[in-house]
């Protein structure tokens, strides 16, 4: 059973020795059916992107980290609440800090990559935000966010290094 409302508040919100809030998100992926992840990501692969709920352009989900859940579990949760997707997380893509456009504020944020297994046609923020799946240059153009770009490099970067080791020797490259 999935739970069908958002989390609200900061009582159990994680932060950093430095006082950043830390602040953990995914980027959801899915290969094109019949593609199977060729070597052009661009065209084998979408990402989704969410919308901020003051409309201001694409985001990745992303939320905070609470001290009842692990790392990868509030990655699962904000991609349920803010996206409507489940999947697979994948190892870290990196840490970054980054000042809040909403509160005076550094965060630092930690984006995974995740393997979208499921699609839920209803999900906790389904009428605050939309979501929409893009190619990769679309996510790219589109997001406002130079950290978030730079995680999405780094996916895109590790699925093809995978994807040719795949096609060279035949074996699949864990991640």
């Avoid at 980290?65 to 409507?84: P, S």
């Avoid at 999405?152 to 040719?164: A, F, G, Q, T």
Wanted: aromatic share 8%; charged share 25%; with cysteine.
């Amino acid at each position: 059973m999935v739970c069908m409302v958002s989390r609200q508040g900061r009582q159990l919100q994680r932060y950093s020795k430095s006082g950043s809030r830390l602040v953990v998100g995914c980027i959801p992926y899915k290969y094109n059916p019949g593609d199977g992840g060729g070597e052009d990501l661009d065209k084998s692969m979408e990402v989704l992107v969410i919308s901020s709920p003051k409309g201001n352009g694409l985001l990745f989900p992303k939320g905070g980290w609470e001290t009842d859940e692990t790392i990868k579990e509030a990655a699962l949760r904000e991609a349920l609440e803010e996206a409507g997707v489940q999947g697979n997380v994948q190892r870290k893509l990196g840490k970054w800090k980054y000042r809040s456009r909403s509160y005076d504020a550094v965060h630092e944020g930690i984006m995974f990559p995740l393997d979208v297994t499921e699609e839920l046609g209803d999900w906790p923020e389904m009428h605050t935000r939309e979501r929409k799946w893009v190619t990769v240059a679309e996510a790219k153009e589109g997001c406002q966010h130079p950290w978030m770009t730079e995680a999405l490099d780094r996916l895109v970067k590790r699925l093809s290094s995978s994807s040719s080791s795949n096609n060279s020797n035949g074996t699949a490259s864990a991640f």
